[in-house]
């Protein structure tokens, strides 16, 4: 029962590191390997917003969100602008721009004991003789509703269809008159919000430290590859094949083993089905 | 290509700027300490700052006397990086190799965070005779690697405690446990590194030893950041303590938060920093208490009534730094080296680096950690009977105070406790 | 010519479907040993897919190619292009950054060339640069020389024949070899082309100039929407109504064989 | 840039350029001078310099090499299409390679060394050839996962003395053989690789990366290739592994980091892709730089990271084909009408 819940618990904070990063792939055709350390920097802005501001949580929580969506737009117009269109050095410039944030924070001083987001409520409950606290609850609750809210945006608002348009065919989106480099921008700062909004449910589960976003970008790029990118399907598989694979292995074969689930996952998925569970025909004849 | 051209110019004017020596109208010729660590992690970071504070002491007193003449302390400082085992051992060496050609300091303290740091770069230091007196890396690999050549690597110390005494206090305490409360069902957790493996691999043997019942001994990586597996099957299989040995902050973080969380009926031990820190209430709020933790050596970051020397070198470093140190483990040793190094020139009358290993051999220092002299294999004698006698370590646990603040309580070894360990009462039945 | 027991290069029931779209359906049809094959069809019929079928570029859904007697569906492109089927590229895929002559070193390189070459070690260059002799780009000039991306379109056709030729190959498959070509190019590749077939070179060719190859080819094959809609002597084919049907409004005057 | 009025910068060929670019007859001494030293003058330089230079910056020549010959691999696999982003791979097989038959078999340097280049460059194309279908970006996300699960197993199964790593492997025998070796295996490395790519071997190679098809329909096997390919830049890496693992007499699963992967791709966006001779020109330039940069800790990364990320926006061409450019080229102000 508890492999079950905890299971769950698990695939939904996966699916919470990914879906800002898939968004973005999935309108702009970007892989943004920042996303990782737009995560972590989130929650150090929040923190410093609390202790130096001495504002509550709730507030830099919401700051915080604001601030990284506006990072992620910033991040398009000065670097990836002049790189858009060559994929490799779309994806040398992000991540290289995502080392330089966590390095930087490392340097800062990012890095301890000390840091740490309050949880919202504290306690918990029991379930089925499973213990698990309100906060592990809260972020299945935000998982569901950002999965839920982002299909909503993307199917029944009109720049979610403009959105779609771009994804579909950049060249009819530019005819009748979507400006593809607006919606790129604005791709990143809501995969940067979201990166954001996760960090803010999910970061108060422990303590903070520059280099989960290594951590974030490989889960997040393990569950994109394995379910296929920017399918919305295949994100949600993705996450619930690595989540309860990893809390498998643990249970089963030693903890140890976790951390190999998603990478092994990323090499097997990619040597042997390219395009991921959910990947399309189209993607696989352009990947190989 | 105006512009491409301007940035590299730019780039290598900041390269010139960083490297030209920084000219400094000194007297009298410093003796330089190298302090090559992590700098990023709470351990160097602290570990550096109690160097810093005791060589403002030394020097605030004319500095140490080298023959007839009275120098200053010097401090110089490189950063090995990383405190997760992925980064580089090459680059540290680098990083420590600069600082002992570039800035040829006369004695390296604190040094590595990481054990394979460590013992890889005990060959380095051998080769430029540096004596170096570390403080951070608890590895019994150490004295395995320096019994295979005392005589080439009798330049290297170690001040702080090894991962066999940390142990034994913690053995003792579950010996205290298991007698006082009749718990028997244990768990074990671990950080897949070397000295925790080494650490929780001593204290799982004793237990079994001693009539518990191991019902799990778990490594987990270190960049683990789900601790349900452990936890779940833990609070399935009833057990009543959980031993931990963990380093990296993220992990323990999560492990300490999640454990509160999941409500599992069991006690906590072991070294788990985040929440040994006395900011632990604050970053990980009240689910803290009643865990149980190791100090090692005394004086890291809890000020104990019993041994004045730890109050008095904790509220300096709060005064100096406005807070106290953020690790319960040694920033008290890295005090104390600067202090011994000191002590061992003074006694020597010279900076030569055999004659000042040959004196350091000799060290008898009272110093904050407990008395310190180093043993055959050049690491500190620590024990559990007497501060007078031997470096001494500590476990306290979280209580709350009659005013209702969560306090950390000194527990163990009996002539520093200050209260008695207490069963939580959702423990008891 | 001995007869073997197989046909010299057969299709069977060919079908490819790109995702619920059908690009070719239920395509059969057989090749003797020195034939030249016709291919038409209006835009889209599924021509060149059948192409990328047969030289392995796209695997069939179903369906079975063979070739001397072996089966050759499912094999990768390379395989296919060692066994001895050479094509050219409708849109001619050739290295603009490399001389021209340089170009035909690739083929050149292949296992097969050097097992047909018998072992016999020569210039590779010189080779090329005699292949391209014989395409017309006159040896003394530095045409051969120049960068792919310098010279004019005519040149880069007969390049990518050149190429395919470099292979010595068995089949020839030619992909709208004279699209984008002036009247004076084709006129000077036409004969060229017939040459090969004469020396024995089987070729299969996709052509919307129906005239020209009409007067070359001694079977035509018509393809619409994926499907095999005729097969026979160009004047047999264009009889059927179906045929008509297709190539509505366009009016071909079919000359005499030997008329050139 | 500049802004002058009704003039414009114009860029003219020196004379003795366009004739050496066909004829091979060079007619004064100044000529042959003006060929020559641009090839020869600095391998004088990285030959005589360790004699000049102290300790510590001939570890820094040391290490300036071994990322020399990883950006020389990035770049040699870089040529025929091949986009990686995990050197580390290579270099930490080659480096497990030379470190485990040195410390369980007691193999002296001279004899792990060339086996860790061999049998690392067959290791890794081996391990490379499942994914060698997949291009661009997707090749490069498998490079960039493979040495991180390579660590994570070693963490994981404790293999080759795991988190701790091996240490005491044995050194060379004096400290200016170990140099010299890494210099001269970096130049050799550098021609070998120039020359690799001139021949007609090497025109298939970026045949393919030009356009595979085109390149698969001249009956050329391009996986076959490729594979071979990655055992070249594999072998390279792997030697660049296995001298590292001896001169620090160390090996830990560390040689995986991000830092072996990072900064070769670095160095080359740096000084120019596509020549070798800007790999090496980038590694020589970036290393040093960031050994002056050490004292700024931690920061270095960030600014590998910095300096990646300009030369690939502002200066694309990369520092080697600007000075080429420059040396072959003057400029002179015209008037424009």
């Known amino acids: 029962m508890s492999l079950l819940i905890y299971g769950l618990i698990n695939s939904v904070i996966l699916a919470l590191y990914t879906v800002g990063f898939s968004l973005t792939y999935g309108i702009s055709g970007l892989a943004n390997f920042a996303h990782g350390a737009l995560y972590i920097l989130s929650g150090f802005v929040a923190w410093s917003l609390m202790n130096a501001a001495g504002l509550p949580f709730a507030v830099s929580g919401i700051l915080a969100v604001l601030i990284t969506a506006a990072i992620g737009f910033a991040f398009y117009w000065v670097l990836i602008l002049r790189v858009r269109g060559i994929p490799l050095a779309e994806l040398i410039v992000t991540f290289a721009a995502g080392v330089a944030i966590l390095e930087l924070m490392t340097w800062k001083g990012f890095y301890g004991l000390r840091y740490s987001l309050p949880v919202f409520v504290n306690g918990g409950v029991e379930i089925a003789g499973v213990g698990i606290d309100y906060q592990r609850l809260i972020v299945l609750a935000s998982g569901l509703v950002l999965v839920i809210g982002l299909w909503l945006f993307v199917h029944h608002t009109r720049i979610g269809l403009a959105f779609r348009a771009m994804a579909q065919n950049e060249r009819t989106a530019l005819s009748i008159g979507i400006e593809s480099d607006w919606i790129g921008a604005l791709s990143l700062a809501f995969g940067a919000a979201l990166a954001a909004i996760a960090a803010m449910v999910v970061l108060p589960l422990g303590v903070m430290e520059s280099t989960i976003g290594y951590d974030v970008l490989i889960y997040a790029l393990a569950v994109a590859i394995v379910g296929g990118l920017e399918s919305t399907l295949g994100m949600i598989a993705g996450s619930f094949l690595i989540g309860y694979g990893q809390i498998a292995a643990a249970r089963y074969i030693g903890a140890k083993w976790m951390v190999i689930v998603p990478l092994a996952a990323i090499v097997f998925v990619l040597s042997v089905k390219p395009s991921g569970i959910f990947g399309k025909f189209k993607e696989l004849e352009e990947r190989v | 290509m105006r512009r491409g051209a301007m940035i590299f110019s730019g780039i290598f004017l900041l390269a010139i700027l960083v490297v030209l020596p920084t000219s400094q109208a000194a007297t009298v010729k410093p003796i330089v300490i190298g302090v090559p660590t992590s700098l990023y992690t709470p351990f160097g970071r602290d570990g550096l700052k109690a160097v810093n504070l005791a060589v403002k002491e030394i020097n605030a007193k004319g500095g140490v006397k080298v023959g007839t003449q009275r120098r200053p302390f010097k401090v110089v400082i490189a950063d090995t990086r990383g405190g997760e085992p992925n980064t580089p051992v090459h680059d540290a060496l680098m990083a420590y190799e600069r600082l002992i050609t570039k800035e040829k300091p006369d004695a390296i303290v604190v040094g590595a965070f990481r054990s394979e740091v460590l013992i890889a770069g005990m060959d380095l230091v051998a080769k430029y005779k540096i004596p170096q007196l570390s403080t951070i890396a608890q590895s019994p690999g150490f004295q395995k690697k320096f019994m295979k050549d005392p005589k080439k690597y009798k330049y290297l110390f170690r001040v702080t405690t090894d991962a066999l005494v940390d142990a034994t206090y913690l053995n003792n305490t579950l010996d205290i446990l298991k007698k006082k409360f009749g718990l028997k069902n244990a768990y074990f957790i671990y950080q897949d590194t070397l000295w925790a493996k080494a650490f929780s691999g001593l204290m799982s043997r004793h237990c079994k030893k001693t009539g518990w019942k191991i019902v799990g001994f778990d490594g987990y990586a270190a960049g683990a950041t789900d601790f349900s597996p452990a936890l779940s099957k833990a609070r399935e299989s009833k057990v009543q303590l959980i031993g931990m040995v963990w380093d990296v902050p993220l992990g323990a973080g999560v492990f300490a938060k999640q454990y509160a969380a999941m409500k599992v009926p069991a006690l906590l031990i072991g070294f788990i920093p985040p929440m040994a820190s006395p900011m632990a209430v604050k970053t990980l709020g009240p689910g803290v208490e009643y865990s149980m933790s190791i100090e090692f050596p005394v004086g890291a970051s809890l000020p104990l009534k019993k041994l004045p020397k730890t109050g008095d070198f904790l509220s300096k470093f709060k005064k100096e730094y406005g807070a106290l140190p953020e690790a319960a483990a040694v920033n008290s040793s890295a005090y104390d080296a600067v202090f011994i190094l000191a002590n061992a020139i003074e006694r020597t009358g010279s900076l030569n680096p055999d004659k000042l290993a040959a004196a350091l051999e000799k060290t008898d220092y009272a110093g904050v950690s407990g008395r310190i002299r180093f043993n055959k294999q050049h690491i500190a004698v620590f024990g559990t009977k007497d501060p007078k006698k031997e470096g001494v370590c500590v476990i306290f646990q979280w209580q709350k105070d009659s005013a209702g603040k969560l306090k950390r309580v000194p527990v163990y070894p009996a002539f520093l406790a200050e209260g008695k360990i207490q069963l939580p009462p959702w423990m008891k039945k | 010519m001995e007869r073997s027991p197989h046909p010299f290069f057969k299709v069977e029931h060919l079908r490819k479907n790109f995702g619920g779209v059908l690009a070719v359906y239920n395509v059969s049809f057989e090749l003797r040993q020195g034939e030249f094959l016709g291919v038409i069809g209006p835009n889209g019929s599924g021509k060149t897919t059948l192409v990328n079928l047969i030289t392995g570029f796209v695997k069939p859904t179903s369906g079975k190619i063979f070739f001397k007697g072996k089966k050759i569906t499912g094999k990768k492109p390379y395989t296919i292009a060692g066994l001895g089927i050479a094509r050219t590229f409708q849109m001619v895929r050739l290295f603009y950054n490399l001389p021209a002559y340089k170009n035909l070193i690739i083929p050149l390189c292949s296992s097969r060339v050097k097992r047909l070459r018998g072992g016999r070690y020569g210039e590779k260059d010189d080779e090329a640069i005699d292949l391209l002799d014989d395409m017309g780009f006159e040896r003394d000039s530095r045409v051969p020389y120049k960068d792919v991306g310098s010279l004019p379109h005519g040149y880069l056709k007969r390049l990518d024949l050149a190429r395919a030729m470099a292979l010595r190959p068995d089949i020839l498959i030619l992909d709208e070899l004279f699209s984008g070509m002036s009247m004076s190019e084709v006129a000077s590749t036409l004969p060229l082309i017939e040459k090969f077939n004469r020396e024995g070179l089987t070729i299969i060719m996709i052509e919307h100039r129906l005239k020209e190859l009409f007067r070359v080819v001694d079977r035509v094959m018509v393809l619409n929407f994926g499907e095999k809609i005729a097969e026979g002597t160009p004047d047999e084919v264009m009889q059927e109504d179906e045929v008509k049907k297709a190539y509505l409004g366009i009016d071909v005057e079919i000359p005499p064989r030997e008329a050139v | ?337």
């Open chain 4, 1 to 337: 840039m500049t802004k002058q009025e009704g003039y414009r910068k114009k860029r003219l060929d020196r004379g003795i350029k366009a004739r050496s670019d066909t004829l091979f007859a060079v007619a004064s001494w100044k000529e042959i001078l003006y060929l020559m030293i641009p090839r020869f003058l600095p391998v004088a330089v990285l030959l005589l310099l360790p004699l000049f230079l102290g300790n510590y910056w001939n570890k820094v020549l040391v290490y300036a090499c071994i990322y020399g010959l990883l950006a020389l691999s990035w770049d040699f696999l870089a040529s025929c299409g091949l986009f990686s982003l995990g050197q580390s791979l290579f270099f930490g097989v080659g480096a497990y390679i030379a470190g485990g038959l040195n410390y369980y078999f007691h193999l002296p340097p001279l004899i792990t060394i060339p086996i860790a280049t061999i049998a690392g460059g067959i290791l890794c194309s081996a391990l490379l050839t499942p994914v060698m279908r997949l291009r661009g970006v997707y090749f490069a996300m498998v490079t960039l996962i493979l040495p991180l699960l390579l660590m994570k197993i070693i963490e994981t199964t404790g293999v080759f003395g795991g988190t701790q790593g091996l240490s005491s492997l044995s050194g060379f025998p004096h400290e200016m053989l170990s140099i010299y070796i890494a210099v001269v295996g970096f130049l050799a490395c550098l021609f070998l690789f120039r020359r690799i790519i001139n021949t007609d071997y090497g025109l298939i190679l970026r045949a393919i990366r030009d356009d595979d098809r085109s390149v698969m329909s001249g009956g050329i096997n391009i996986y076959w290739r490729k594979s071979q390919a990655l055992f070249i830049a594999g072998a390279a890496g792997g030697f660049a592994g296995a001298l590292m693992t001896h001169h620090y007499q160390f090996l830990g699963m560390s040689v995986f980091a991000l830092d072996y992967s990072i900064l070769p791709v670095a160095a080359v966006a740096l000084g120019g892709q596509g020549t070798f001779a800007g790999a090496a020109i980038g590694s020589m330039l970036l290393v040093p730089l960031s050994e002056a940069l050490r004292a700024l800790g931690g920061l270095r990364v960030a600014i590998y990271c910095g300096v990646l990320i300009v030369s690939i926006i502002l200066l694309p061409e990369g520092f080697f084909h600007y000075l080429a450019r420059k040396y072959h080229q003057f400029e002179k102000v015209v008037k424009i009408g």
